[in-house]
Structures are given as structure tokens and as C-alpha cells.
């Protein structure tokens, strides 16, 4: 018995680090992902309305129709795992990834509405706020705690989305209405809201799913945003098909300023672009927890922000730069929080092991 145990021994000891090492890279690439997909979908989206684009209900089906997309790591890590019944998911999980995809194609058609009115510096900041959001609903939803660092970020965040308010007189695009300019600065305002509520719904499903079967994989993370995509999708299909955009398409590639060939490239790009996003958000809440994925998208902030001055030369005022500062305060101060709640943990652990 002591020779098999002993013999035993290495494998489960590389059979641990295996599991580890796969889910490193797993995280890395998660991560790479969704910094891809969080800097280039609003630019390339932006980009769409700066060169003649007009349709808003076909802006928000590209943010989710490039589902299919997720069919190829899907089937990939199908393979590996051929060994459990599938699908993973329930059917309870099912409905709910259905709900919450109606849900994120509101948000999508939302935040495309926003976008084609404000400059993406300033909508990036204005999402930003969504942090905020979902740390209300984390609490509601999941009982995510609430410390004075995470309170301090969301009266920050708060702050630097009502200074953009304030000083817009300088921040409108030239040629751009002021009742214009302020529906897209409340609609981008509702989409970080209901976002902030999509994040911790999200999470709230997989605890559940763990609950009454097992520990979720990210071959169910996959199976999610699969469903989620498809339902948001069908949302915005419906509105693209009552508002005729479906009919229009050719017409306005012929007018867009980049070319016809180059409008099917934007569109191509901008479907890659947010199924990154997508993708990477749930892989950040499998591996994390909902206020994760809101803060790597905080983070994320200023590289939209240089991007957006460096390639479409949108003016960065002195507000902005403020609620800028703020915005990365109010990153710092949660993080800063989470580091010391988590070492506060650990050592209440310690202590109680003896």
C-alpha cells in the first residue's frame, strides 16, 4: 500500500500542476481577449458612425452577432471533455442566459444610441460608471461586500460621469445638436447601468448552477455566452427588421466614406471586436467575480482614451482629463480595498487553523 501511494504520489502532484498551468494560460488569454475587445469595439463602432454610418438597431446586432464565433473553442473543448454528457448547461441556466442576452441586447442598442452622438473618450468615461452599478447590484444580487475603498470608487466614478455633464459645451461634436449631445450622454449612462446589472446576473447564474450540479468549467463559460449572444442577437434582429435596416445595408455601404469594401470590413471587424469583449468579460467573472470584470474595463480606460485623441483627434479638455483622474482614483481605491480584504482573509484562515 505505501508503494502505490508513494508511486501515486508524482502523478497527482502533475496532475495539479497541469490543471494549474492550463488554467494560467487559460486566464492570460482571457485577459488578452478582453483587453482587445474592451479598447478596439468602441473605436472601430465609432468609427462606423464618423464615416456615414446611420443605423443604430445594426450597430447593436453587431455587438452581439458575431456569436458563432464562439462555436470554435466551443467544439474544441468539446473534444477534451468527451467523456461528460452534453450540453453542460441546464435548463434552468439556459433560460436565465436567454434573459440576461434579451437584456444585453437592450444594452447594446443602448450604448450604440450613446455612441453615435458622443466622442469615445467621453462615452468610455461615462461606461466607466458602470463599476458603480455593478458593485449596487453585486451586493443585492450575490451579497458582494461593501468596504469604504469600493464606496470611495463609486462616489468618484459618480463624480467624474457629473463633470462630463457640466463641461459638454466644449466636448460636442462639431456640427452636433445640444439636445442631441445630452441623449447620448443619458443613453450611455442607461446602458452602464443595465450593464452593471448584466455583470452580477451573470455570475448570480453560475452560482446557482454550482449549487445543484458541479463546480462550473469554462466549457460552460463558452456555453453561456454562446446563448447569451444568440438571444441578444435575435433581440436586435427584431428591431433591424422593423426598422428596415436589413434593406438598407447596400445602400449605405455605396455612401459610406471609407469605401464599400471597407464598410463590410468595419462591420466584419466590429462583430470580432465585441464577441472579444463579450468572451473575455464571462471568462473574467468565471475567474473572478463581477466587480473584476467592472474594474479591468475601469482600467481599461485610458487606452481607449489615448486611442480615441491619437486616431479620430477628439479634443481631451480639461474636464475630461479630471474625470480621467478621477476615474483612475476610483480604480485604485478598490483595488487597493480588494488587497487588503483579501489579506485580512487569509489571515483570519491562518489563525483559524490552530
Request: glycine share 8%; charged share 15%.
Amino acid at each position: 500500500m505505501e508503494v502505490e501511494s508513494t508511486q501515486s504520489l508524482p502523478r497527482s502532484n502533475n496532475e495539479l500542476q497541469s490543471k494549474r498551468l492550463t488554467k494560467i494560460t487559460l486566464l492570460i488569454l482571457n485577459f488578452t481577449i478582453m483587453v482587445i475587445g474592451t479598447t478596439g469595439s468602441p473605436l472601430i463602432l465609432r468609427l462606423y458612425f464618423l464615416k456615414g454610418g446611420k443605423r443604430i438597431w445594426l450597430s447593436s446586432w453587431l455587438q452581439t452577432g458575431g456569436w458563432p464565433l464562439i462555436l470554435i473553442p466551443l467544439f474544441v473543448s468539446y473534444l477534451k471533455i468527451r467523456d461528460k454528457k452534453l450540453p453542460l448547461m441546464s435548463p434552468s441556466l439556459f433560460i436565465s442566459c436567454a434573459f440576461i442576452g434579451i437584456l444585453t441586447g437592450l444594452d447594446d442598442w443602448l450604448y450604440a444610441y450613446g455612441i453615435s452622438y458622443l466622442p469615445v473618450s467621453t462615452s468610455s468615461i461615462l461606461i466607466s460608471t458602470q463599476l458603480a452599478f455593478t458593485a449596487l447590484f453585486a451586493f443585492l444580487l450575490v451579497r458582494q461586500r461593501f468596504t469604504p475603498y469600493s464606496v470611495n470608487a463609486i462616489v468618484l466614478l459618480v463624480i467624474g460621469a457629473a463633470m462630463l455633464g457640466i463641461n459638454s459645451s466644449g466636448d460636442k461634436p462639431e456640427g452636433e445638436s445640444k439636445e442631441k449631445y445630452y441623449l447620448g450622454f443619458f443613453m450611455t449612462i442607461g446602458a452602464a447601468v443595465l450593464y452593471g446589472l448584466v455583470l452580477p446576473l451573470v455570475e448570480l447564474s453560475q452560482m446557482k448552477y454550482e449549487k445543484v450540479r458541479v463546480p462550473v468549467c469554462y466549457t460552460l463559460v463558452l456555453e453561456m455566452q454562446l446563448v447569451m449572444g444568440l438571444f441578444g442577437t435575435a433581440f436586435s434582429t427584431v428591431g433591424m427588421i422593423v426598422n428596415k435596416d436589413f434593406t438598407a445595408i447596400h445602400r449605405e455601404a455605396r455612401d459610406f466614406e471609407l469605401g464599400e469594401a471597407r464598410y463590410y470590413i468595419v462591420l466584419v471587424g466590429s462583430a470580432i471586436m465585441y464577441q472579444c469583449f463579450f468572451l473575455g468579460t464571462v471568462g473574467a467573472i468565471f475567474y473572478g467575480s463581477a466587480l473584476l470584470a467592472g474594474v479591468i474595463m475601469t482600467v481599461l480606460i485610458p487606452v481607449t482614451e489615448v486611442l480615441a485623441v491619437a486616431f479620430f483627434s477628439e479634443p481631451f479638455s480639461s474636464g475630461k482629463g479630471v474625470a480621467l483622474a478621477l476615474s483612475l482614483w476610483g480604480f485604485v481605491s478598490y483595488f487597493y480595498g480588494e488587497i487588503k480584504a483579501k489579506k485580512a482573509r487569509a489571515n483570519v484562515n491562518g489563525t483559524n487553523r490552530y
